[in-house]
């Protein structure tokens, strides 16, 4: 699994990295919070890199990116992605966002119409009644010690720097504390075909899914036996589905490919 291409480019105002994977019709890889691209997406890669040219990118304050201090906002991450794929030549592509990148994609098919193929919106909202109970409560609460010792790990490894894994933290923290529901609007106006997946153990609610699938035209729905991402990734502690994974993984590539 090595890239054809890695490298940093001036965006907005921060270098932000990425790098690119295989050829063919290019699809965009958005992390989760807390996390970077490798973390959430090597399985993905490891059995997409032959079928398609793969990007994957380190958002603000993530990874091997540079920090901002300013708030995160889904808005920014959409701003960034758009603009680093106009200097790698990329001029429309299909998106899979993992959780808060799952947002992402759906801010970047809302406001860059013309740059998006398909979407894949994995483990995402848009509401905070969608998320389970507790969930916004408990990030009121978030402390750096409950922060996840692999996001930590991860972090440390790619850039050791330990004030800028607590700024990582400290940003994440403040976007979901400080989310303000979207109106439906933001998912009806989406035009590109989208699968949406989740997890029917998952910190949002099977339903609130389907109620986002509802709002998306040409849009499929899947839901998996399983908790957050670990349809796509190990889990924290290392455990691997590697039967679901599979499958997760075939049906993204036949959705893509239809």
């Keep these: ?106 801010q970047i098919a809302h406001l860059f119409p013309d740059i998006v193929e398909k979407l894949v919106v994995a483990s995402a909202f848009y509401k905070r009644s969608g998320m389970i109970d507790g969930f916004f409560e408990g990030m009121q609460e978030a402390t750096f010690d409950t922060m996840p010792e692999p996001f930590k790990i991860n972090f440390l490894n790619l850039n050791p720097d330990f004030s800028k894994l607590e700024n990582l933290f400290d940003k994440d923290c403040k976007r979901m504390q400080t989310f303000e529901d979207w109106d439906d609007e933001v998912l009806a106006s989406i035009a590109s075909p989208a699968l949406f997946i989740s997890g029917d153990k998952d910190v949002m609610k099977p339903e609130h899914t389907v109620a986002m699938w509802r709002l998306v035209k040409n849009s499929q729905l899947m839901i998996l036996p399983a908790t957050h991402g670990t349809y796509m990734m190990a889990d924290f502690d290392g455990s691997i589905d590697t039967h679901l994974i599979d499958f997760t993984v075939k049906e993204i590539e036949n959705f893509l490919n239809k």
């Design 1 to 106: 699994m090595n890239p054809v291409e890695k490298g940093y480019k001036q965006v907005n105002g921060i270098q932000m990295y990425y790098e690119m994977y295989g050829a063919g019709k290019p699809l965009v890889l958005i992390h989760g919070g807390g996390s970077s691209f490798l973390f959430d997406y090597k399985e993905a890669i490891a059995r997409l890199e032959n079928k398609f040219q793969l990007i994957g990118i380190d958002l603000q304050n993530h990874g091997r990116s540079e920090h901002r201090d300013i708030p995160e906002t889904f808005e920014q991450d959409a701003r960034d992605v758009a603009a680093l794929l106009s200097e790698i030549n990329i001029k429309k592509a299909s998106f899979w966002g993992f959780s808060n990148g799952g947002n992402t994609v759906l």
